[in-house]
Nanobody
Framework: VQLQASGGGLVQAGGSLRLSCAAS????????MGWYRQAPGKQRELVAA???????NYADSVKGRFTISRDNAKNTVYLQMNSLKPEDTAVYYC?????????????????WGQGTQVTVSS
């Protein structure tokens, strides 16, 4: 399985970005997917996750601002980010696992994308 993330960039505070993560290869094995981020000097953290059934989970810091969704026909997961803040600046990674339920632990994900930089200026 290969995950290709895209959509990052530079945006002013209050702006929006939409990240995409396209899966290819043995996609039949993919169930839950998630978006992680890692800021300089900080640990990687779960931002949002979505199960194969469409249930979602968000970090408290992004609730009400970010929305995760998936298009199974296109094998793609999205992260719509609104009302961006400078503290959202990080490299964002998409991840996928073979189990249907989501996990908050990055060690539980089987596949990772290459990361896309999101920079929010104040």
């Amino acid at each position: 399985v290969q995950l290709q993330a895209s959509g990052g960039g530079l945006v002013q505070a209050g702006g929006s970005l939409r990240l995409s993560c396209a899966a290819s290869g043995s996609i039949f094995s993919i169930n839950a997917m998630g978006w992680y981020r890692q800021a300089p000097g900080k640990q990687r953290e779960l931002v949002a996750a979505i199960t194969s059934g469409g249930s979602t989970n968000y970090a408290d810091s992004v609730k009400g601002r970010f929305t995760i969704s998936r298009d199974n026909a296109k094998n793609t997961v999205y992260l719509q980010m609104n009302s961006l803040k400078p503290e959202d600046t990080a490299v964002y990674y998409c991840a996928a696992r073979t189990r249907a339920d989501y996990s908050a632990y990055d060690k539980d994900y089987d596949y990772w994308g290459q990361g896309t930089q999101v920079t929010v200026s104040s």
